[in-house]
């Protein structure tokens, strides 16, 4: 597991480094290709690796980037509850405004690591084509998924969404959005889930 995190934190630096964002992007689909087909932590399940043929991820579409500050919000905590880690405590950071899409609450982790977490569930999850029916991810800085920002601020680009790992191996339960992190515009970017 820890030579998994080591890579998912280098490629997101990798992609932080790619001056274009189209770039990091393929970057990021040809590498999560390889970890989940080839690394001994992939969630995926034995009988799903054997015809891996790679992920289904859209396109990229520039539309779908974002860089915005995250402006303040009343405090608030959510405990997400699992079956593998028992209860995962989190904090209201504030919030995010994405244009045509919506706002989404940022959360802080408040044990191990103290990462920012950006779950989303929109309109198109859990649809022929859309996310996976439970949500994606778009930052999970605790485990490496940072697309940058600066002091104010994050890069919060969809087409960079990927479902939790409870998506591929029910053995994993995830947090999943909370209402804060659900939007009633479909996004159709990022990793799509059939």
């Known amino acids: 597991m820890r030579d998994w995190r080591r890579q998912v934190f280098a490629l997101y630096a990798a992609v932080r480094a790619e001056p274009e964002p189209a770039a990091g992007h393929d970057l990021w689909r040809r590498s999560r290709d390889e970890l989940?087909?080839?690394?001994?932590?992939?969630?995926l399940l034995p009988e799903?690796?054997?015809g891996f043929a790679g992920l289904t991820v859209a396109a990229y579409d520039p539309a779908w980037r974002f860089e915005v500050e995250v402006r303040p919000a009343a405090e608030e905590r959510w405990d997400a509850q699992t079956g593998t880690d028992g209860v995962v405590p989190f904090e209201r950071l504030g919030t995010v405004s994405l244009p045509?899409?919506?706002?989404?609450?940022?959360?802080?982790?408040?044990?191990?690591?103290?990462?920012?977490?950006?779950?989303?569930?929109?309109a198109?999850?859990?649809?022929?084509?859309?996310?996976?029916?439970?949500?994606?991810?778009?930052?999970?800085?605790?485990?490496?998924?940072?697309?940058?920002?600066?002091a104010d601020g994050l890069v919060v680009d969809l087409n960079f969404a990927y479902p939790p790992s409870c998506a591929y191996d029910p053995?994993?339960?995830?947090?999943?959005?909370?209402?804060?992190?659900?939007?009633?515009?479909?996004?159709?970017?990022?990793?799509?889930?059939?």
């Open 100 to 122: 045509g899409v919506g706002d989404l609450d940022v959360w802080r982790l408040t044990t191990y690591g103290g990462g920012l977490f950006v779950p989303l569930r929109d």
């Open 124 to 150: 198109g999850c859990g649809r022929p084509g859309g996310g996976y029916g439970g949500g994606r991810y778009l930052l999970d800085t605790v485990k490496g998924a940072d697309l940058g920002g600066d």
């Open 171 to 194: 053995s994993w339960a995830c947090p999943l959005p909370p209402l804060g992190n659900r939007v009633d515009t479909v996004v159709p970017v990022g990793e799509l889930y059939d």
């Open 48 to 50: 799903q690796r054997a």
């Open 36 to 43: 989940f087909r080839d690394h001994p932590a992939s969630p």
